[in-house]
Every structure is written in C-alpha cells, then in structure tokens.
C-alpha cells in the first residue's frame, strides 16, 4: 500500500483552541484526499475530502493540500470536547480504495 | 444519506471456527466493496478488494483461503474467517462505493473475538 504519514501525537489543546493535523504522502500521482473522524470502537466517519491545491472550508474546519509538497493538513477551530477522537488522513489509491495513515489522537481539555 | 450496515455488530467465536459478517449497501447498489482490518491503536489496513460477480482482489500479505470474500450481488459482500485464531482477534470494517463513484461509505464495523 501506499504510504500515508501523519504526525504522531497525541494532540491536547484547551477548549476553543485549533488543533493542527499534519499528513504527508508518498505517492506524488495521489488525487484526492480525504480525512476521517474515528471515535474509540466506532467506525471512520468523513469529515472532509480534497483534490485541488489549497484550502477547503466546511464549518470549523479547513482542510489545505500541497500537491507538490505531498502534504495535506487539517485544522479544527474552536475546538470543542466532542471533536476529541482519532483522525485519519486518507489518500484515495483508485476507485476509493483508501489507504489510512495511523492516525493522530486528539484530546480537547474543558 | 447512503446506509452500508454490517452485520453482526460484534461476535465472539471458539478457536478454529468460521465466522461470516455481512456487508450491505442498503440503498444504493455498490459494484465495490472494500474489506479493512483494524488491529487496537493501529489504522485501518485494507484486506481485500470485492467486485460483484467476479474474485476479490486481496493485498499482498492476506490469505485468501483464510479469509473468503464473496460478493453476490450489487448489495451485499461476506467475508468469512476460517478456522479463526486468537490472532485474528480485530474491528472489521467495509465500505461500499456506489455506482456513480462519488463516495465510500463504510459500515459500522465488526468486533470479532476469538477465543
């Protein structure tokens, strides 16, 4: 499989911080992106997907991506307790066959 | 919404027994399933590829007499584990992708332990 680097956390931020998610890739041909939410025992719920070079906004969080860079971020604004989960970054391989980085935990202090 | 529902939810089986969990997309028609395994605090590793009506593709490193993917109709994909081992102990989860290739949709996993 492809490989799909996230940065290893875990990740704490105080309530109402941004929480920064950083993923890099390996293959330079990748074309979408996309990133899931996982709760303990739960399974990947998307959050955000991506295809073109620069920032994508939905609600509290921007997605960018670096084509050129093969890297791709996620940042959560105002954080809230409820967002603390594991998130996955996805690099779609064809078909939405996806292969998941390792995930990085995020835990949002009250 | 599209709905993936996987069935059962979580299962405990004796050593050396099969299991068999149920994939469905239950309203959409998915030509492609895709089966992951998740070991605690790793990442979703993809097992194997279903197509309706032709053999799952499997990732290098998955037996495939171990783990049996059948894909019958545009709805639905097993996957059985053979003669199951404490190893194989893991959160199964698989998506589906519609037709019109837009999205996958995963289901809710399954706990699967083996005693």
């Known amino acids: 499989q492809k490989e799909v680097e996230q940065n290893s956390g875990p990740l704490s931020v105080p309530e109402g911080a941004i929480a920064s998610l950083n993923c890099t890739y390996s293959d330079r041909g990748s074309q979408s992106f996309f990133w899931y939410r996982q709760y303990s025992g739960k399974s990947p719920e998307l959050i955000m997907f991506i295809y073109s070079n620069g920032d994508k906004e939905d609600g509290r969080f921007t997605a960018q991506l670096n084509k050129a860079s093969q890297y791709v971020s996620l940042l959560i604004r105002d954080s809230q307790p409820s967002d603390s989960a594991t998130y996955l970054c996805a690099v779609n391989i064809e078909g939405y066959k996806l292969s998941f980085g390792a995930g990085t935990t995020v835990t949002v202090r009250a | 919404g599209a709905v993936v529902s996987q069935h059962p939810s979580w299962v405990i089986c004796k050593s050396g027994t099969s299991v068999k969990i149920e994939c469905r997309s239950l309203?959409?028609?998915?030509?492609?399933m895709f089966w992951y395994r998740q070991f605690p605090k790793q990442s979703l590793m993809l097992m194997a590829t279903?197509?309706?009506?032709?053999?799952?593709?499997?990732e290098q490193g998955v037996e495939k007499d171990k783990f049996l993917i059948n894909h019958a109709s545009l709805t639905l994909s097993t996957l059985t584990v053979t003669s199951a081992h404490p190893e194989d102990s893991s959160f199964y989860i698989c998506s589906a992708v519609q037709e019109t290739n837009t999205e996958a949709f995963f289901g809710q996993g399954t706990r699967l332990t083996v005693v």
């Open positions: 309203d959409f028609q998915a030509t492609t």
């Open positions: 279903s197509n309706e009506g032709s053999k799952a593709t499997y």
